[in-house]
């Protein structure tokens, strides 16, 4: 837990050194699966996301907490585009705009438009919505593999027996 709050913090400082818009989000400190997706595609990047369909996972932020679940979403040249899908229990697929209201004008009004479905890391945007939830996709098949450990050694004494 010491180990992942540390890595916290430094991921949260780095997005402060750089500038990065969505700082803020990320310091209101966010309970579920938010978290732990966002600190693996931050700490190991991802491959750019090719032209096609592709499955992501869907993370919903309301109130401090988020859930995650999977969607399909469709990327053209760097970018995903409309609509994106929800699976639903039943393994089908809805349009995620039928769940959830439009877009906060407000919020949209202050974006610029065009890099707003710009997909970076494995990731999009943090988008607004009108009641207020916060949507961010990953794209979880491009994310990096998980770094390999180095193997120890045993102490001396134990593989020098001899």
Known sequence: MKNRLTILVFVLSLHFAFGQTDTSFHAKGIEGCYTDYYIAFTERGANPVTDGQHDVVISVIHQGKSECYFGKATVKDGKFVNPVTIQKDDMSFVPLNTMFKSLDQNWLEE?????????????????????KYELRMFFYTFVHPKPRANRKAPPADVLLKK
């Open 111 to 131: 974006q610029d438009m065009s890099t707003i479905n710009d997909i970076n890391d494995g990731m999009t945007n943090v988008f607004l919505t009108k009641d």
